[in-house]
């Protein structure tokens, strides 16, 4: 074949994955952002949703959030909400394109090394269609598996292009070498997944870049940088990780427990990737009967001695099984993350190992037999692959449709139950909440997460006394569950007992200093209770890590303003109404300041007049306090024509409402409008200030 057909040959390949993947994703454009993580990584990340800034950026570089250190994957979530916003849409194209281009650079990437187009291709078009990989690409939050997989596969094409002429004696073998190392660390900023690459590159040297002759020693020691990169990331993402608490402590699941879900685990995952049906979003721990642990164990042994048997002869099959095998070794379970036995995403990487097992035994059984039946085995899998992912992909449509599907498909799914009951109670069904979420903790009495979301879900029932046992359970069985100290003083604060209430969103800080949530609730917490000073630090730091937050601008200034900060007060209050041009308890209260203070240097008639007129069409013109304010405003603007007639209004208006201590207050005022004078707030912050 000349070189303008396989040109055209390539490109008719790439298309075609790109379609296919688009045919195979499509539903995924009609689909939702889902209650589990997807909240922390982009739906309540205020970080995340306020774009590239220089400040986002520092975050992005220097924090733990979510338990991973993975800058990159950060940015490119604030980049979808640059573009998108908070449509979801807009971050499934994303991370669909991110797939189509792993899926052509694997083609582009296989035929290179290998020489062969067609097997190159099923290869690439299995990566790009199998059900087992929607996981990774529907999953707005597990972006950083597509994104560490797009480097992973840029760093091994460096290094092929480097093994064509290894050494260091021209500069373009420099360049290739250094560049596997740069989309190496780039792959590790976006998932530490990649971790096993080294590994890997050592099996390609084997076959198919037919380095056999180069003395090991040599290939190890061209490796040498990417071990000590692989040593220093595996450190310092065990420590990330266990910073976070995700890391379950040695002694809840032993090590023999550990060990048997890890044999077990390759089982199903070779079982899935073969018969991709059941697949599910999240897979509970169970304790392994004796005989699937053996079988598993025989299993893992039959095929790695053939593999090793044929290795001479096939070296396809050594090479794509003990890919399969190594890249699973960071998620196998041995260093459990997590309440899963397994997960779907983890096979992105790993299933394109035993592709390539198979697809290169297809095409030796092909080239001995005949190509026909291997061409249309190919065909039909292909086929297959498509409607099951198709179909998959439509399971991720919402929260509800996600964890509905894996309770239907596994048994005592309590992390299903778990999650459906949180997103019911969202969504403002509490009975069907309150049902799930009893189920979750009746499958599995100690986690944790299910006792926090039942407890949340019986205090906005009204339950305390019920909530209050849920939340004591949940802080005691995971005292690193910030989410569950928050809930609990929230409920303590419903009995009264503010003081404990008070430790509890302390303790959340403690767990989340560089949270904004739980900074601006305890700030929040705080103020709601008459202690403005001890609010503004902790509210300080929250605009300090998320400053687009109009209704923290809000808080500050209100707390300011009690404090006797005026100046600074107004300042907060400007800031929030830029932020949120409709919110009418900042313009009512700033309104009232430029109408009402003492001190003539402040007050300012004409402004507070035009806030409070907006702020009164924006409530409807049916709130009392709000006309007052008008009022006031006219009256420091010297119109006490249009000060008597808000007045007027305003007081008819509590009266209707029954609030008599406001229409007594009113009354006041509208006698002083009405001998021509305007009205001074003397009493430090009145009725008009929110408390």
């Known amino acids: 074949m000349d070189d303008a057909r396989k040109r055209g040959q390539t490109w008719l390949i790439c298309l075609g994955l790109a379609l296919g993947v688009l045919a195979a994703f499509e539903p995924l454009f009609r689909s939702d952002f889902v209650n589990w993580t997807d909240p922390i990584y982009v739906t309540a990340n205020a970080r995340v949703q306020g774009g590239i800034t220089w400040a986002n950026l520092v975050w992005a570089f220097t924090s733990f959030h979510a338990g991973y250190w993975h800058p990159l994957t950060w940015i490119s979530h604030m980049l979808d909400c640059q573009l998108y916003g908070l449509r979801p849409a807009g971050h499934h194209l994303t991370s669909v394109v991110i797939h189509t281009a792993n899926s052509i650079l694997l083609f582009l990437l296989l035929q290179r090394m290998t020489r062969a187009a067609w097997p190159s291709a099923l290869v690439a078009a299995l990566f790009a269609l199998h059900p087992l990989h929607v996981e990774s690409v529907a999953w707005i939050s597990e972006r950083k598996d597509v994104l560490s997989t797009l480097f992973w596969i840029l760093s091994i094409r460096a290094y092929s292009r480097y093994a064509e002429n290894p050494g260091f004696h021209d500069s373009g073998s420099k360049f290739h070498y250094i560049a596997a190392l740069v989309w190496f660390v780039a792959g590790f900023m976006a998932k530490p997944m990649v971790v096993t690459l080294p590994f890997i590159l050592l099996l390609l040297d084997y076959w198919p870049l037919q380095r056999r002759q180069t003395p090991f020693s040599r290939l190890l020691a061209e490796k040498a940088p990417f071990f000590v990169l692989t040593a220093g990331f595996c450190i310092f993402t065990f420590f990330a990780v266990r910073e976070a608490g995700a890391v379950m402590q040695p002694f809840s699941l032993p090590l023999g427990a550990r060990a048997a879900n890890s044999v077990v685990s390759y089982g199903r995952y070779m079982v899935k990737t073969f018969w991709p049906v059941h697949l599910s979003i999240a897979y509970p721990l169970f304790v392994w009967p004796d005989w699937m642990i053996a079988g598993s164990v025989a299993m893992l042994l039959l095929l790695s001695g053939l593999a090793l048997w044929r290795v001479r002869s096939q070296p396809w099959l050594a090479v794509g099984w003990l890919w399969f095998v190594g890249t699973l070794v960071p998620t196998i379970g041995m260093i459990q993350v997590g309440m899963h036995s397994m997960a779907d995403r983890y096979s992105y990487i790993p299933s394109i190992g035993l592709f390539i097992a198979v697809v290169w035994a297809m095409r030796d059984f092909g080239a001995r037999f005949g190509a026909r039946t291997p061409a249309v085995v190919a065909v039909a899998a292909l086929g297959i692959c498509l409607f099951l992912t198709r179909r998959q992909a439509a399971v991720w449509t919402n929260s509800a449709t996600l964890f509905e599907h894996a309770i239907q498909i596994t048994t005592n799914n309590y992390i299903a139950y778990e999650r459906l009951g949180s997103y019911e109670a969202a969504q403002g069904n509490a009975t069907a909440a309150l049902r799930d979420l009893e189920t979750a903790v009746k499958i599995k009495p100690d986690f944790a997460l299910s006792r926090d979301k039942l407890g949340r879900t019986l205090l906005e029932m009204g339950q305390i006394d019920q909530a209050l046992i849920q939340l004591r359970e949940a802080v005691s069985l995971d005292p690193n569950l910030a989410d569950s100290h928050y809930d609990l003083g929230y409920a303590l604060l419903a009995k009264g007992q503010t003081g404990e209430a008070l430790d509890q969103f302390q303790a959340q800080v403690n767990l989340e200093p560089d949270e904004f949530k739980a900074q601006n ?171």
Not at 563 to 576: D, I, L, R, T
Not at 670 to 688: C, E, F, I, K, N
Request: hydrophobic share 40%.
């Open 521 to 691: 609730n305890m700030g929040t917490v705080l103020l709601q209770n008459g202690l403005p000073g001890d609010a503004i630090p902790f509210l300080q730091k929250a605009i300090k890590i998320n400053p687009s937050d109009a209704g923290t601008h809000y808080l500050l200034g209100n707390a300011l303003f009690r404090q006797g900060g005026v100046p600074g007060a107004v300042q907060e209050f400007e800031k929030a109404i830029q932020l949120e041009p409709g919110h009418i308890q900042a313009r009512n209260d700033l309104a009232w300041i430029l109408a009402c203070h003492t001190d003539p240097s402040v007050r300012n008639g004409a402004r507070a007049v035009e806030l409070a007129l907006r702020a009164d069409q924006l409530s409807g013109g049916t709130n009392p306090v709000v006309i007052g304010t008008l009022a006031a405003g006219y009256a420091e603007a010297g119109k006490f024509a249009e000060a008597v007639e808000a007045g007027n209004r305003a007081r008819q208006v509590a009266l209707a409402r029954t609030n008599s201590v406001l229409a007594e207050s009113l009354e006041k005022r509208l006698r002083s409008y009405q001998a021509g004078s305007p009205w001074r707030d003397t009493g430090g912050a009145s009725s008009h200030i929110s408390k």
